[in-house]
């Protein structure tokens, strides 16, 4: 049974979060604030975690930034907030989708479904291919710079999976959405930050990209 980790402050959400979810299947804990929901994602680690982004104490970026520490746990947003800045910083802390409040059960478990294929999906791909420096092993679940191994988000492996098993070939954000997301529509800003972070780490100027480029007006090719 696939677990679920719920860090919100409002108990009323939360309660309707974790009944709505164990409905759906998922073992479900629920924690109040982003230390308690860091305590207890350290001593048994979940499946996927759900963040609220206005949180007491360490807030809801800052639980982001501590479960991406040496932890590829998916993680899903939920907030009212939805400003565009708010919800970039999330995605740009670590986080890999982000709902905005109401949100419609089905929706977020269709999504959490989704998060959990990602991985298994990079299973049945390639099994490895270069781009200069960069090595790409789908099946090995590694990514290789210049020799020396990087450390991914499973959100991030899998987009960087599917541009090596389409070299040189220009992928829309909306293909990407559909392919890595799995959404038949959704925020194309999840694809801008992720091409962001996977630069950050694979490219030595990532302001000047080597590998993965930006075609103007198409979307993104990885190159050799």
């Given at each position: 049974?696939?677990?679920?980790?719920?860090?919100?402050?409002?108990?009323?959400?939360?309660?309707?979060?974790?009944?709505?979810?164990?409905?759906?299947?998922?073992?479900?804990?629920?924690?109040?604030?982003?230390?308690?929901?860091?305590?207890?994602?350290?001593?048994?680690?979940?499946?996927?975690?759900?963040?609220?982004?206005?949180?007491?104490?360490l807030?809801?970026?800052?639980?982001?930034?501590?479960?991406?520490?040496?932890?590829?746990?998916?993680?899903?947003?939920?907030?009212?907030?939805?400003?565009?800045?708010?919800?970039?910083?999330?995605?740009?802390?670590?986080?890999?989708?982000?709902?905005?409040k109401?949100?419609?059960?089905?929706?977020?478990?269709?999504?959490l479904?989704?998060?959990?294929?990602r991985?298994?999906a990079?299973?049945?791909?390639?099994?490895?291919?270069?781009?200069?420096?960069?090595?790409?092993?789908?099946?090995?679940?590694?990514?290789?710079?210049?020799?020396?191994?990087?450390?991914?988000?499973?959100?991030?492996?899998?987009?960087?999976?599917?541009?090596?098993?389409?070299?040189?070939?220009?992928?829309?954000?909306?293909?990407?959405?559909?392919?890595?997301?799995?959404?038949?529509?959704?925020?194309?800003?999840?694809?801008?930050?992720?091409?962001?972070?996977?630069?950050?780490?694979?490219e030595?100027?990532?302001?000047?990209?080597?590998?993965?480029?930006?075609?103007?007006?198409?979307?993104?090719?990885?190159?050799?």
């Amino acid at each position: 049974m696939a677990s679920v980790l719920v860090i919100e402050d409002d108990d009323r959400i939360r309660t309707s979060l974790e009944l709505a979810l164990e409905d759906e299947g998922y073992a479900v804990r629920g924690a109040s604030s982003a230390e308690e929901g860091l305590a207890l994602q350290r001593q048994e680690p979940a499946d996927t975690v759900l963040v609220d982004l206005m949180l007491p104490g360490l807030d809801g970026f800052d639980a982001i930034r501590e479960l991406r520490r040496g932890d590829d746990v998916p993680i899903v947003v939920v907030s009212a907030r939805s400003d565009t800045h708010d919800i970039v910083a999330a995605l740009e802390a670590g986080a890999d989708d982000y709902l905005v409040k109401p949100v419609a059960v089905k929706e977020l478990s269709a999504r959490l479904r989704a998060l959990r294929r990602r991985a298994r999906a990079a299973a049945a791909a390639i099994p490895g291919l270069v781009f200069g420096d960069l090595e790409v092993r789908p099946l090995a679940g590694e990514v290789r710079l210049a020799g020396q191994p990087v450390s991914l988000t499973r959100t991030e492996f899998r987009l960087l999976c599917e541009f090596a098993e389409h070299p040189g070939l220009v992928l829309s954000r909306q293909q990407l959405l559909e392919r890595v997301w799995e959404y038949d529509f959704g925020d194309e800003r999840l694809v801008d930050v992720h091409v962001g972070r996977l630069r950050q780490k694979i490219e030595t100027e990532p302001g000047n990209p080597r590998y993965l480029v930006t075609v103007r007006g198409l979307g993104y090719k990885l190159q050799r």
